[in-house]
């Protein structure tokens, strides 16, 4: 395959970067000196060498402990567990600081595609209700109907552990269809306060 096609269809699977974007991308890289594109690779190398997820909650972090600094951290409150898709929504949720829990981040939400959940870490999810002590287990997905099924999907597997655990989920007021990543911390702020 040509190089620049090739590059471009490995752009092209980045998050929200269409056909176009990824285009662009390789144009700009091919009118950038060569000590840029060192760079580049250098910094692509290093972010999988040293970067490693948590093994509690899979938020990536760089270090050599086990667990990030949010489950490291004795302060926080270690009977809520805050199930989000992503890393992108924790850092959404942290801004806010109005959550001082832990969280998990399951890694996806169904899809059109995949239906059956074989994509999200729903076994560490289990295992990690099993073994912690929770009190409260936030389900914060968001509001698209992909978040809102990938919700049911988890309670299911919440409840397959404990049928007694409260679940709550994100008090409305998120905008519809929109995602928690680019929610306005008053309103994340509020949705959680709100939780039922
Ligand atoms: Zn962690």
């Not at 994100?170 to 911390?185: H, I, N, R, T």
């Given at each position: 395959m040509?190089?620049?096609?090739k590059l471009a269809d490995l752009?092209?699977?980045f998050p929200t970067v269409g056909q176009r974007t990824a285009s662009r991308f390789v144009f700009y890289l091919i009118n950038q000196p060569k000590e840029k594109?060192?760079?580049?690779?250098?910094s692509l190398q290093e972010l999988k060498n040293n970067i490693k997820l948590c093994?509690?909650?899979?938020?990536?972090?760089?270090?050599?402990?086990a667990f990030c600094i949010i489950?490291?951290?004795?302060?926080?409150?270690k009977q809520l567990l805050c199930v989000i898709e992503k890393e992108a929504d924790l850092i959404s949720i942290e801004n806010t600081k109005k959550y001082?829990?832990?969280?998990?981040?399951?890694?996806?939400?169904?899809?059109?595609r995949k239906t059956d959940g074989s994509n999200l870490?729903?076994?560490?999810?289990?295992?990690?209700?099993?073994?912690?002590n929770f009190l409260e287990i936030i389900i914060a997905l968001n509001p698209t109907p992909e978040g809102r099924s990938t919700s049911v999907l988890v309670e299911r597997a919440v409840k397959e552990i404990s049928q007694t655990l409260k679940i709550t989920h994100l008090a409305q007021g998120l905008p519809v269809g929109g995602e928690l990543e680019y929610a306005d911390?008053?309103?994340?702020?509020?949705?959680?306060?709100?939780?039922k």
């Amino acid at each position: 395959m040509d190089s620049i096609k090739k590059l471009a269809d490995l752009f092209g699977k980045f998050p929200t970067v269409g056909q176009r974007t990824a285009s662009r991308f390789v144009f700009y890289l091919i009118n950038q000196p060569k000590e840029k594109i060192d760079e580049l690779i250098g910094s692509l190398q290093e972010l999988k060498n040293n970067i490693k997820l948590c093994r509690f909650c899979f938020n990536p972090f760089e270090s050599n402990e086990a667990f990030c600094i949010i489950c490291q951290n004795a302060s926080r409150n270690k009977q809520l567990l805050c199930v989000i898709e992503k890393e992108a929504d924790l850092i959404s949720i942290e801004n806010t600081k109005k959550y001082n829990g832990l969280y998990f981040i399951l890694g996806g939400t169904l899809t059109l595609r995949k239906t059956d959940g074989s994509n999200l870490r729903l076994q560490a999810l289990k295992e990690r209700v099993k073994e912690g002590n929770f009190l409260e287990i936030i389900i914060a997905l968001n509001p698209t109907p992909e978040g809102r099924s990938t919700s049911v999907l988890v309670e299911r597997a919440v409840k397959e552990i404990s049928q007694t655990l409260k679940i709550t989920h994100l008090a409305q007021g998120l905008p519809v269809g929109g995602e928690l990543e680019y929610a306005d911390e008053e309103t994340l702020e509020s949705a959680f306060e709100g939780r039922k």
